[in-house]
């Protein structure tokens, strides 16, 4: 009751005010009207700049013609290539306790030079393992490149099959479904749910920090459906729904093509082959 009373006591010296202001003339309303503006501008403008703060900014850590490295996390980055000015193919970095794993090589042999020699020089980090999520050159075109230095590799025993087959570089260690990699006291997954971009392609997870690594399986909000020719459309969907209950905790997703996102992608993803 006190608390109606006092509302209105101060709502009532407000119009008080205003119509004290109204009587002065055009100029001091006008000097009023001013301030109001500011104040709202000056909201406006503070709630901008909030928006922005929250917003995910990346920085880029490093940058050549052809291969480019942002950081998305504390121990998670995103490595970037480009199959012609056009196309670029992300894949992601995991660095913890001076040990790296990596989804996905770069296109090719130079690029992928490049990020292993940023790994292991300017992050003082051995690399313990790159996993190709799936068989196209944007997967595993570096692959050579990782090999020749000693680095082991490991995906699907699909993509090994289908790497053979094509006269491809092929990964050396397979897995059936699923694979769980230590990289210092934390883990790593790898695992297989279902066909969709192709019948070989993976996941990535660290659930650390909860991010994904989708590869071409997820698409970017108000992406088209992309390359399908060797997609297997009708089970891309479902294969989706089994990545979202497997993982409902990501809270970042780095994708083969596009921009970071959220679990958002993946409901759009599921939208859009449905």
Not at 5 to 24: E, M, Q
């Amino acid at each position: 009751m006190l608390k109606k009373l006092k509302n209105k006591l101060i709502y009532s010296l407000i119009v008080i005010l205003l119509l004290f202001i109204t009587a002065c003339g055009p100029n001091k309303q006008s000097t009023v009207q001013e301030q109001l503006y500011e104040a709202e501008t000056d909201f406006i403008v503070g709630s901008i700049a909030e928006l922005t703060d929250e917003d995910e900014q990346y920085d880029e850590v490093y940058k050549s013609e052809i291969l480019s490295i942002k950081q998305v996390s504390k121990h998670v980055y995103q490595h970037t290539s480009y199959l012609d000015a056009n196309t670029p193919c992300n894949g992601m970095l995991i660095i913890y306790g001076n040990k790296a794993v990596v989804f996905d090589t770069t296109v090719d042999d130079e690029s992928s030079s490049q990020l292993i020699d940023w790994i292991t020089t300017a992050m003082k980090s051995e690399i313990i393992a790159v996993i190709p999520t799936h068989y196209h050159i944007d997967n595993l075109g570096g692959l050579n490149e990782f090999h020749s230095r000693g680095i082991n590799s490991y995906t699907n025993d699909k993509t090994i099959q289908i790497a053979a087959e094509k006269n491809l570089p092929v990964p050396r260690h397979g897995f059936n479904g699923y694979m769980e990699l230590k990289i210092g006291d934390e883990k790593v997954y790898s695992e297989f749910l279902g066909e969709g971009h192709t019948p070989d392609n993976i996941i990535g997870y660290f659930p650390l920090e909860n991010i994904m690594f989708g590869g071409c399986l997820i698409k970017a909000l108000n992406d088209g459906k992309g390359n399908i020719t060797e997609a297997n459309i009708e089970e891309w969907p479902q294969t989706v729904k089994n990545v979202k209950l497997r993982y409902p905790n990501t809270e970042k997703i780095i994708i083969g093509h596009g921009e970071i996102g959220g679990m958002e992608i993946i409901d759009y993803t599921i939208r859009l082959f449905e």
